[in-house]
Every structure is written in C-alpha cells, then in structure tokens.
C-alpha cells in the first residue's frame, strides 16, 4: 500500500501545489501541526474561518487552506476576525500570523482581543525577525542581536508575548517551538475547543534571515538551538531571571474558563428579544 | 513494517532543509543525487527495516513531502514523544 | 414595545445623529463598530442601546482601525456592517477602506466630519473629508460618497448607502457634519414596508473557486460570503476573479484596479443624485451638505431682489457628478461654488465648468461657522 497523496492534503486547495517558504521555515511545521490538530479532532474544514495579516506566516492559511479564508492587511487580522466571530459565532476562528503582523503593528488589537475574551484561536509565529520585508528588527527580536535595521545591535528589549497576552486576559495560552510539534497540535487542539481566546505562540525558525544575522545557521542549527534552550514551564517558575536569560519558556501559561464575548453577544440579544 | 513515501516535487532540499536527515531518530535519510524539478535535492530512504514508525520526519517536514504509514499489526513503540523529555 | 420595534414609523423631533442610527436599523443593518469620537458619538450611542433590540450587535473597540476591520469581517459573514466616526477616525481607516474597495466588501461608513486639520475642533462641523473619503486611501478607485443636508436625509441617505453597498459590493460614506449630525429637526420615519432595500447577491456552490467568479466583474460579482462552505478565497492584495493572488501579471494587476473603477463608473447614471433648480437661473449656486441650506436661502433673497439665481445641490458627491456639472454650465453664465472648507469640491467642479461659464468660489465668512445667506447675496451683488 502506498500513498499517492499526503494525507493532510484533503484539506488544502487542489490547485495550491506547492507551499511558499524558503527551505527549511518553521512555517511548514506549524501548518502541518495546525492541520494535524483539525485532522485529529475529526472537524470539516468548513466549520473554519482563517484570517491572517501581512508577512510570510500569513501564507499559510492563504491561498492553501480549503475553507473561507481572509488575508488582511498589516496587522489587522485580529481586528477583522473580531467582526467575523461575532458574526459567525458557532464557526471556529482562526487567526494565523507572524510576530511582527501581530505583536508590532497589531499590537493593540492581540491584548485587546485578550482582553474581551473573544473566541478566537490566534496562532502567533514568532521568528524574531521580519522575514518577508528582508531581516528588519521586530519586538521580539533578542537585545543585542545585529540585523538590518539594528546594525550595532538592538538597543530595545523584546516582548515576551504569551505572558502579555495571559495577563491581558487570555483564556488559553501556550508556547511551543518547532522543535515541539507533537506538543504544539495538542496545544492548538486544546485552543480550538477552548470557549475564550487563545493564543499559540509558535517559535519558529526563519533560516534565511534570522539564521544568518544570528549566526545560529541553517534550519536543523535552529531546530537544535530550539532544543538546547527550552525550558518547561514548570522549571522556569523555580529558576532564577538569571538562568533564564536567552531560555525560551515553553508549555501552557494559561488554561482557564470565564465569559466569553460572542456568546455573551447572543445572550445579550436573546435576553432583549424576549423582553419584547 | 511501516512505508515511507517522499514527495519528492514537493521537497525543498536536504542541503537547504535536511530537517527530516536531522529529525530521524535512527538517521535513515541522505541526499540524493538526483535533482526535482525545482532544483533541489530530495532526500531519499536507506531503508524501512529499522524505522520505528515514529513518523517525526512526517511531522516536521515543512513542506508535507513525507508520508509514513504505520504498518498495522506492528506494534512500532512511538518515539514521537522523544523529545518531551525533561 | 416600541423599544423593539425595528422602524420606528412617525414623525419625530431628535438629532441628524438619532436619525443616522434609525435609519441604519430600518436599512437591516445588524453590525456596527465604532470608537466614541465627537461629533459622531451619538450614532454609535444609540446603535449600543437599539441594536441588541433588533438582533443587531455593537462592539465598540480599540480604535478605529479595529472598527473598520471588524465591520469588514463581518460584512464578510453577511452581515448589513457599518462603521460610524468622525475626520481623524476616518484619517486612521484609510487603508483599511482601500481594503474594502479591493475586496468589493459592502460597508456603509457614517462620517460626521468635523473642523480640521489634525484634532481641530471635535465639535463644529466642516466639510473637511470631501477629498480624504475619496482619494485618501493609496492606489486608484472610485468611491460612492453621499451628502446630506438635513437629519432627514441623514435618515433616508444611510437607507440608500446601504442599498448602494449592498448592490455595488462597495463601500459607501454618507457625508454628514457636526451641524446637522447635532440639528434637531423633524424627521418623517415611513412604514417598514416602503422602505426598499437592495440585497447583496450571493455566490452560488461549486467544487473550487476556480469554478466560480468572486471578485472582478463589472456588472458585480455574486459574494462567496463566509460560511456557507463557499471556500472563498480573498485577499485585498492584487488577485484575479477567482479571488487568488496574482502579484506577477500585468494584465491581471491592470483588471484588479480597472475594475472596481469600471463597476462604479459603469453604473453612475443609477447612482448619482443631484438636485438641479437652476431652469431659466443665470447664476447657479453650487453646494452639497450643510451649506445648501444657506445656498437655498440665499437664492430665494436674490429672487426676490430680482436675481436670475438657482440652486443645484449634489446629494452624491463621488462618483462626481462631472455629466450633470457639465450640463448645467452650459445653461447658466455663472457657477458660485459653495463650501464649508476652503475648497475641497471646487477644483473638480471648476475643471467640469469652466469651459462654458464662469465659476468661482466662496467658502463661509469665518470658517467654521455655515454661510450667512446674505453674505452669499452680498458677494453675487459684488460679482
């Protein structure tokens, strides 16, 4: 018995043959894992509504996934999903983009978004570095490290965007690397049945531009960093800030119930027709 | 025995790439010599006798190249979770 | 009971900003987004309150790209969506109304435009996004933009801003200001079932998108609403009419711009509204918005003092009413364009005219304050 086709297939355009990365991006692996989580839950993709902003981790659900699919403008994606969920509250919707899309230019809307609690699944790539746009420094991008726009090394410090987003009020939140797949699809499969936002931040490898201003090198160099620096969750709450230094804390921060906003939308009609 | 099918159109290269040489925990793949389409080399298989059918090459591969099917009624422990460990 | 009824049927005495909101609801809208900005507070104050009533949603957010997003998003599942803010709202959403225009999504956004530039002065009213509203997003399109001059049209207008953007796949502003959005005057609510409303089309099933044309079409494509299991595909960056980015081909880069410009050009005879009263005038008063007020008085002062003077008022302001200009330049020796701002509408009016009469422009007084008719009369007894 052979395959002629990749299993995952079936839910990705007939006419979309090829993916868009640079060899070796972590962008595939998240893909595959976001897929694998719907797969495993046994949903259609019909019961889905991708939207996603500007930069390269925007592509992945635009053109290849096969359902209604958004692609929006910098920054904005969350904004937009907003109008979508309250619209179409018993669909599941999934936000898909990068750092720099999400965390820089639409900055406001993630923590807001947090803060109302709206059901929405956003699934942050975060690779340090704007890709597409060719190496710029992003918020996330270690103090220290050269890059194009920071070429005596960047003064700023960087966002640690899970636990903003936790204490903005998410309900849901992990953050896996791609050296953590397995991990990530249960985590994005705890996210989708989640009533309340939830965030995946995915840290992934971008070995075109942030490999070769880092010097970590190429993908399998990246992957392997990702493994040597990882910390579960659990031991980091007992280490020193010290110790931590250039770790990457990974697991779940968050996973709690509260009121969620499409939801408290419709009661709020149901509760106002009825009082007719 | 579990089937490992390559995609090879759809590979990306093992110079390029190679997640899937590094991700396999018994190191089954290499370059091949031969290139696709796109110019890049896929990676080809040394052979299934020793895969555990953990499917990580699968599972990381970028660019849904790779396909292991588990052979069914072999009960290939699953290795995913290797890198779970502490 | 009332409290819920969708058409508040009657005659009433309330706010240009209370009839904006009404006439939003009897128009079926049931998504609205906004960012409290004075002097358009009031149309997303009472949505907040009447929406809910009439299995509508409000959601007031972050700022007014939020607003504008989410309005879009929601046009996108169906939903009659609008937005509602003032000049720096509108400054902060111009490239998500590009994106609009790019996705041909229907959205109606309400302005209440207000003294500019920058923070300028919130709460009077200025005609100072007449040119923003319409050119202000980067890239080439065409815009619908309407422009009214009573609370009463603020009523009817947003009515037909909707049946535009339904219709048209675009969005559409309605032109209001601080003056009238703020003027309490009667406002004439019919019977929900005189009311006619445009509806959207909606695409129909197929196995791919590339089976159907979403996007593109100058007679307006049927929208692959969000769903329904259409898979639509969209993106505001340059696509082909299945929807799929194409950021290599000329021909379809030049298709995604001429395009939606065609689909409003094409149809502007259905959608440019004038007000022409300038049979057997020698001096036309040309004004849109609040001004037409002044303008109207004025014409019966000079009247009455024996002045061959008319007045000819555009309810649409984009796509400009360049045939209608034209043609009532041939008919008259004078055009006195009237403004509230220093002459945002002139320079397209003054290059539809000028070949057949004589145009000039007068902006108010003191800007800020509407022209004094008799400053108007005054200036045509100088000319």
Same mark, same amino acid.
């Not at chain 1, 495993?40 to 053109?63: H, K, Q, R, T, Y």
């Not at chain 1, 995946?200 to 993908?219: D, H, N």
């Not at chain 3, 082909?240 to 298709?255: C, I, Q, Y």
């Not at chain 3, 004078?334 to 003054?350: F, S």
């Given at each position: 018995?052979?395959?002629?086709?990749?299993?995952?297939?079936?839910?990705?355009?007939?006419?979309?043959?090829?993916?868009?990365?640079?060899?070796?991006?972590?962008?595939?692996?998240?893909?595959?894992? =976001?897929?694998?989580?719907?797969?495993?839950? @046994?949903? *259609?993709? !019909?019961?889905?509504?991708? #939207?996603?902003?500007? /930069?390269? $981790?925007?592509?992945?659900?635009?053109?290849?996934?096969?359902?209604?699919?958004?692609?929006?403008?910098?920054?904005?994606?969350?904004?937009?999903?907003?109008?979508?969920?309250?619209?179409?509250?018993?669909?599941?919707?999934?936000?898909?983009?990068?750092?720099?899309?999400?965390?820089?230019?639409?900055?406001?809307?993630?923590?807001?978004?947090?803060?109302?609690?709206?059901?929405?699944?956003?699934?942050?790539?975060?690779?340090?570095?704007?890709?597409?746009?060719?190496?710029?420094?992003?918020?996330?991008?270690?103090?220290?490290?050269?890059? =194009?726009?920071?070429?005596?090394?960047?003064? @700023?410090? *960087?966002? !640690?965007?899970?636990?903003? #987003?936790?204490?903005? /009020?998410? $309900?849901?939140?992990?953050?896996?690397?791609?050296?953590?797949?397995?991990?990530?699809?249960?985590?994005?499969?705890?996210?989708?049945?989640?009533?309340?936002?939830?965030?995946?931040?995915?840290?992934?490898?971008?070995?075109?531009?942030?490999?070769?201003?880092?010097?970590?090198?190429?993908?399998?160099?990246?992957?392997?960093?990702?493994?040597?620096?990882?910390?579960?969750?659990?031991?980091?709450?007992?280490?020193?800030?010290?110790?931590?230094?250039?770790?990457?804390?990974?697991?779940?921060?968050?996973?709690?119930?509260?009121?969620?906003?499409?939801?408290?939308?419709?009661?709020?009609?149901?509760?106002?027709?009825?009082?007719? | 025995?579990?089937?490992?099918?390559?995609?090879?159109?759809?590979?990306?290269?093992?110079?390029?790439?190679?997640?899937?040489?590094?991700?396999?925990?018994?190191?089954?793949?290499?370059?091949?010599?031969?290139?696709?389409?796109?110019?890049?080399?896929?990676?080809?298989?040394?052979?299934?006798?020793?895969?555990?059918?953990?499917?990580?090459?699968?599972?990381?591969?970028?660019?849904?190249?790779?396909?292991?099917?588990?052979?069914?009624?072999?009960?290939?422990?699953?290795?995913?979770?290797?890198?779970?460990?502490? | 009971?009332?409290?819920?009824?969708?058409?508040?049927?009657?005659?009433?005495?309330?706010?240009?900003?209370?009839?904006?909101?009404?006439?939003?609801?009897?128009?079926?809208?049931?998504?609205?987004?906004?960012?409290?900005?004075?002097?358009?507070?009031?149309?997303?104050?009472?949505?907040?309150?009447?929406?809910?009533?009439?299995?509508?949603?409000?959601?007031?957010?972050?700022?007014?790209?939020?607003?504008?997003?989410?309005?879009?998003?929601?046009?996108?599942?169906?939903?009659?969506?609008?937005?509602?803010?003032?000049?720096?709202?509108?400054?902060?959403?111009?490239?998500?109304?590009?994106?609009?225009?790019?996705?041909?999504?229907?959205?109606?956004?309400?302005?209440?435009?207000?003294?500019?530039?920058?923070?300028?002065?919130?709460?009077?009213?200025?005609?100072?996004?007449?040119?923003?509203?319409?050119?202000?997003?980067?890239?080439?399109?065409?815009?619908?933009?309407?422009?009214?001059?009573?609370?009463?049209?603020?009523?009817?207008?947003?009515?037909?801003?909707?049946?535009?953007?339904?219709?048209?796949?675009?969005?559409?502003?309605?032109?209001?200001?601080?003056?009238?959005?703020?003027?309490?005057?009667?406002?004439?609510?019919?019977?929900?079932?005189?009311?006619?409303?445009?509806?959207?089309?909606?695409?129909?099933?197929?196995?791919?998108?590339?089976?159907?044309?979403?996007?593109?079409?100058?007679?307006?494509?049927?929208?692959?609403?969000?769903?329904?299991?259409?898979?639509?595909?969209?993106?505001?960056?340059?696509?082909?009419?299945?929807?799929?980015?194409?950021?290599?081909?000329?021909?379809?880069?030049?298709?995604?711009?001429?395009?939606?410009?065609?689909?409003?050009?094409?149809?502007?005879?259905?959608?440019?509204?004038?007000?022409?009263?300038?049979?057997?005038?020698?001096?036309?008063?040309?004004?849109?918005?609040?001004?037409?007020?002044?303008?109207?008085?004025?014409?019966?002062?000079?009247?009455?003092?024996?002045?061959?003077?008319?007045?000819?008022?555009?309810?649409?302001?984009?796509?400009?009413?360049?045939?209608?200009?034209?043609?009532?330049?041939?008919?008259?020796?004078?055009?006195?364009?009237?403004?509230?701002?220093?002459?945002?509408?002139?320079?397209?009016?003054?290059?539809?005219?000028?070949?057949?009469?004589?145009?000039?422009?007068?902006?108010?007084?003191?800007?800020?304050?509407?022209?004094?008719?008799?400053?108007?009369?005054?200036?045509?007894?100088?000319?």
């Amino acid at each position: 018995m052979t395959v002629s086709i990749h299993p995952l297939k079936k839910y990705t355009r007939s006419h979309i043959t090829r993916t868009t990365t640079c060899p070796g991006c972590g962008i595939g692996i998240v893909s595959q894992a =976001i897929l694998r989580a719907i797969d495993e839950l @046994e949903f *259609n993709m !019909d019961d889905f509504v991708f #939207v996603s902003g500007i /930069g390269c $981790s925007a592509w992945i659900p635009s053109p290849l996934y096969n359902t209604d699919t958004l692609h929006t403008t910098h920054g904005r994606p969350i904004a937009f999903a907003t109008g979508v969920k309250l619209g179409l509250p018993n669909k599941n919707v999934m936000v898909i983009s990068g750092d720099g899309d999400l965390a820089a230019i639409g900055g406001n809307h993630l923590i807001h978004a947090a803060r109302r609690n709206i059901n929405l699944t956003v699934i942050l790539l975060n690779n340090g570095i704007y890709g597409m746009t060719g190496g710029q420094t992003a918020p996330t991008t270690p103090r220290g490290l050269t890059t =194009i726009t920071s070429p005596y090394g960047t003064m @700023e410090h *960087n966002f !640690d965007i899970t636990p903003m #987003v936790v204490t903005a /009020g998410a $309900s849901y939140a992990a953050r896996w690397t791609t050296y953590h797949p397995r991990q990530m699809t249960r985590s994005i499969k705890k996210a989708i049945q989640k009533k309340g936002f939830a965030l995946i931040e995915a840290m992934s490898q971008c070995p075109v531009q942030y490999g070769r201003v880092s010097k970590l090198g190429k993908a399998v160099d990246m992957l392997k960093d990702f493994k040597v620096n990882s910390v579960k969750i659990n031991k980091a709450r007992n280490m020193e800030p010290e110790a931590l230094l250039g770790k990457i804390v990974i697991g779940e921060f968050v996973d709690i119930e509260k009121a969620e906003l499409s939801e408290e939308c419709m009661n709020l009609r149901r509760k106002m027709m009825e009082a007719m | 025995m579990p089937k490992i099918t390559i995609f090879r159109q759809a590979c990306k290269g093992v110079d390029d790439c190679g997640i899937c040489t590094f991700i396999c925990p018994k190191q089954l793949f290499q370059a091949s010599e031969e290139m696709n389409d796109a110019g890049y080399l896929p990676p080809e298989y040394k052979g299934e006798r020793e895969c555990t059918g953990c499917q990580n090459c699968m599972i990381y591969c970028p660019d849904f190249a790779i396909v292991v099917e588990k052979d069914i009624g072999d009960e290939a422990p699953d290795k995913g979770d290797e890198n779970e460990q502490e | 009971m009332s409290r819920n009824k969708k058409v508040l049927t009657g005659t009433h005495f309330e706010m240009g900003n209370w009839a904006c909101a009404e006439g939003a609801i009897a128009a079926g809208c049931n998504f609205v987004a906004g960012y409290p900005i004075t002097p358009a507070s009031e149309v997303a104050n009472r949505l907040a309150a009447r929406l809910p009533r009439v299995n509508g949603t409000f959601l007031q957010t972050e700022d007014e790209i939020g607003a504008i997003c989410s309005a879009i998003g929601a046009s996108w599942v169906g939903c009659k969506a609008m937005t509602v803010t003032s000049g720096p709202g509108i400054s902060l959403m111009q490239e998500n109304i590009g994106f609009a225009v790019a996705t041909e999504t229907p959205l109606v956004i309400i302005d209440v435009q207000r003294f500019g530039p920058s923070t300028g002065v919130p709460s009077v009213g200025l005609a100072a996004d007449m040119v923003q509203v319409a050119r202000g997003s980067h890239g080439d399109y065409q815009i619908i933009a309407l422009s009214p001059e009573s609370p009463q049209e603020m009523f009817d207008l947003t009515i037909r801003a909707f049946s535009l953007a339904e219709a048209y796949r675009v969005p559409v502003f309605l032109m209001a200001d601080g003056f009238i959005g703020h003027m309490r005057e009667q406002i004439v609510i019919p019977e929900e079932d005189r009311t006619k409303i445009k509806q959207r089309k909606i695409a129909e099933q197929s196995v791919s998108v590339l089976d159907r044309r979403d996007f593109l079409d100058v007679k307006v494509a049927p929208m692959p609403v969000f769903g329904l299991g259409l898979k639509a595909h969209v993106t505001s960056s340059c696509h082909d009419e299945h929807g799929m980015r194409n950021l290599s081909d000329p021909a379809v880069m030049h298709t995604y711009v001429m395009n939606p410009i065609k689909k409003i050009v094409n149809h502007r005879d259905d959608i440019v509204q004038v007000e022409d009263d300038c049979i057997d005038a020698e001096v036309a008063l040309v004004s849109y918005g609040t001004v037409s007020r002044s303008a109207r008085a004025a014409a019966g002062l000079a009247r009455k003092n024996g002045l061959k003077v008319g007045t000819f008022r555009m309810l649409t302001c984009w796509p400009f009413p360049d045939k209608e200009i034209r043609q009532l330049a041939e008919n008259v020796e004078y055009m006195l364009v009237l403004e509230n701002n220093t002459g945002q509408m002139y320079p397209y009016i003054k290059a539809e005219a000028a070949h057949a009469c004589r145009v000039s422009f007068l902006g108010p007084q003191t800007l800020g304050q509407i022209h004094d008719p008799e400053y108007i009369l005054s200036h045509l007894n100088r000319r």
